[in-house]
């Protein structure tokens, strides 16, 4: 009896070391893993996070938009949908019909916010959503696996959602995917306004903007760079700081702390 | 008393069954397949073939995958707190609450799968995972959770699978199992006191991961900015939550094997007493809970807050909500407290009762807040499909079969635990006096 219980005893120790012995290897491994993983995912071809994030520039994109000259035409719509190839059912910037407290009724177009503290970005799990250093918040559509947590996430309601095989056309597939110029436009996945940072880079302005402009002659939407202090609408260059202390410039629910890369100028009262 | 001799009763549902559960298993098969069906179908059209929109993007999924973790509190945490503290008649229900656990994560862990747009890179949670999103919080604590409970289950299976193994030839498949669990198992001295003690090591370790389980999901929602989501309630809101449909669940349960299976010696109107006035305790927090949270969203009255609450009290989602409030928490908190309803019956209706109005809790948590307006819009409208009824029906029927079938592989009361409560000197403690069945 004794000896069984012994031998028991022996047997409990063995598998004790071992146990550990595995434990303390694999902890080891996966602490290795984790400290290591960027090169880790180089060595399989993956791309690391920080090169997603260069933009290449030194600009930090800003819009105006003059609530007061908005219309509602909805052309600033209809030009992103052209330029974008924007699937069935979405709306990258859409138009809103307010009616304020006072009875009056206005326009206000809402792009992606583009925030600095974006509420979208932090919530995604595996990072399909990130900030790039010009300040433009992107979707990597070869990531996202549509969990649609940041669409419950984003204050603005600012996302859409492809639920099925968007209605592609020519034109769009004959297109190669990049981040920035994200079509073909891909099933499952999230999509958003960028900013159009692919023409900001050609010094072109966003096609909302340029749309705006043609339809109205001198636009309600101005896009430009922070550190210069300017925007412009293709027509006229605002003073960016100045021209939001004059006219009561504001920014979308600032009171959430998201701290848009949007600013509107109220609407005529 | 022979160590290793077993209650007839309790290995008769392993030894004998009837054409009646083969055909009850054969109606959730085909249940589950239209599920499997629905999901193929899903599959290939996208998440199009669900009512989801862009407004309301997550819908009766994600209120199944919450639903089904709250359920999952049945068990481990009721008969890990009964444990600890030396509630000796939780004996013939530990078995079964810990089943429940184990089987309702496994279901529940599924549901947002179903719901990701692009399932074919699940793997990119692995690959990229960011420890900052909520989403991570919950696929790490459902694995711990996960783990813990089948340790938490299996461990106490060990001198049963050693009976069975030794006693009874109940073929190849559960012979198997019962040789992984007990093969080394003699039941000497020192390997009782060491079951004991990792027994009693568990049931502690597992009370703190299921809080946080709970908690966890619930910030996924409480995380963002949207109204009725953005509440510091909203953790203890879904841990009381959860072990509330969880008894709820356990007292079905102990209903049906009681009848089924000819129990009624194990499982006593005692049993249904104690965890119902349990139920009743937790009944009273809920309805607390949920008064301090839409009293201090209106009291405030914020815009947003007043659109929500107006949906849920006086629009679309009125007659859910209040047939939640009276029929699933009032009325069953008059059934058990009611000496007079406080029978098996009583207590087993509250049961159902309330757990119809747990999961239309977690509809009404997830689609009224979704649906109020962020910007000046239109409301959201959402009508789940027959795609997600269907799914829905899988995994509810999913559940009552693996349930099922997990009770004619192992015996769903403890055995080697219930005789040591009849040989244990002291009489077992109850909530209330024995009553007379």
């Known amino acids: 009896m004794a000896d069984s219980e012994q031998d028991e005893l022996a047997d409990i120790d063995a598998g004790r070391r071992r146990f550990l012995k595995v434990a303390t290897a694999g902890l080891a491994a996966g602490a290795l893993g984790v400290l290591f993983s960027d090169k880790i995912l180089e060595v399989f071809g993956a791309t690391p996070l920080d090169t997603r994030a260069v933009s290449g520039t030194d600009a930090q994109w800003v819009m105006l938009i003059d609530l007061a000259k908005c219309d509602g035409c909805g052309q600033c719509t209809a030009g992103c949908r052209d330029a974008h190839f924007v699937p069935q059912g979405q709306e990258w910037i859409t138009v809103f019909k307010v009616q304020d407290e006072l009875g009056a009724q206005y326009f206000l177009p809402r792009p992606c916010m583009q925030c600095e503290n974006a509420p979208c970005l932090k919530v995604c799990p595996v990072g399909a959503t990130f900030r790039r250093d010009d300040g433009v918040v992107f979707i990597d559509h070869n990531r996202c696996i549509g969990c649609r947590y940041c669409m419950a996430a984003c204050p603005y309601s600012a996302r859409s959602f492809n639920w099925g095989e968007p209605a592609h056309t020519p034109a769009e597939m004959a297109h190669a995917y990049s981040i920035e110029e994200p079509w073909p436009h891909r099933k499952g996945t999230v999509e958003k306004c960028m900013f159009c940072a692919h023409r900001a880079k050609e010094g072109k302005l966003p096609a909302c903007v340029a749309a705006c402009t043609k339809e109205m002659g001198n636009g309600a939407i101005y896009f430009g760079d922070l550190r210069e202090d300017a925007v412009s609408n293709g027509v006229e260059t605002l003073p960016l700081a100045e021209t939001l202390a004059k006219r009561g410039g504001f920014r979308f629910k600032s009171e959430l702390g998201t701290k848009p890369r949007v600013w509107y100028l109220p609407p005529r009262r | ?437």
Not at chain 2, 246 to 256: E, K, Q, R, Y
């Open chain 2, 1 to 437: 008393m022979d160590e290793m001799e077993a209650d007839p009763v309790l290995v008769a549902p392993l030894r004998r069954t009837t054409w009646r559960f083969y055909v009850m298993c054969a109606g959730l098969l085909a249940v589950v397949a239209l599920g499997v069906y629905a999901y193929v179908t899903q599959l290939s059209g996208g998440l199009a073939v669900t009512g989801l929109n862009d407004t309301i993007s997550w819908g009766i999924y994600i209120s199944n995958f919450v639903f089904f973790i709250g359920i999952s509190h049945a068990g481990t945490l009721i008969s890990a707190i009964l444990r600890v503290t030396n509630a000796d008649w939780r004996r013939p229900i530990t078995r079964m609450a810990e089943s429940i656990t184990v089987i309702a994560i496994a279901i529940a862990a599924v549901f947002p799968l179903i719901d990701l747009g692009r399932p074919d890179r699940l793997l990119n949670v692995f690959a990229y995972g960011r420890l900052q999103s909520a989403i991570l919080w919950d696929f790490l604590s459902i694995a711990t959770y996960l783990t813990g409970s089948i340790l938490y289950l299996s461990l106490p299976m060990i001198p049963d699978a050693a009976i069975l193994r030794a006693k009874h030839s109940l073929g190849r498949f559960r012979n198997f199992l019962y040789n992984l669990l007990a093969k080394r198992w003699t039941g000497s001295r020192r390997q009782k006191m060491g079951l004991e003690k990792a027994i009693g090591i568990m049931a502690i370790v597992i009370i703190p991961v299921a809080v946080s389980v709970h908690t966890v999901v619930s910030w996924i929602f409480g995380m963002t900015l949207r109204v009725g989501w953005h509440t510091a309630i909203y953790g203890p809101y879904f841990v009381v939550g959860a072990i509330f449909s969880g008894i709820a669940t356990l007292l079905i349960a102990m209903a049906v094997f009681r009848r089924v299976y000819h129990l009624e010696k194990y499982i006593t109107v005692k049993h249904f007493r104690n965890l119902g006035l349990l139920l009743l305790a937790l009944d009273i927090v809920i309805i607390y809970f949920t008064l301090s949270e839409y009293l201090t969203a209106a009291y405030g009255a914020e815009e947003q807050d007043v659109a929500w609450l107006n949906a849920l009290w006086t629009g679309p989602f009125s007659l859910l909500f209040w047939s939640m409030v009276v029929g699933g928490f009032v009325v069953p908190a008059f059934l058990l407290s009611w000496r007079r309803t406080r029978t098996i019956g009583g207590i087993v209706a509250a049961a159902i009762l309330i757990d119809v109005a747990m999961w239309v809790e977690r509809f009404l948590i997830v689609v009224p807040s979704m649906a109020t307006p962020q910007v000046p819009f239109d409301w959201g409208v959402y009508q789940p499909t027959w795609v997600e009824w269907s799914i829905t029906a899988a995994s509810f029927a999913a559940f009552a079969l693996l349930y099922a079938v997990f009770s004619k592989v192992f015996p769903i009361v403890s055995m080697w635990e219930v005789r040591e409560e009849s040989q244990a000197p002291a009489p077992a403690p109850s909530v209330e006096g024995e009553v007379p069945a």
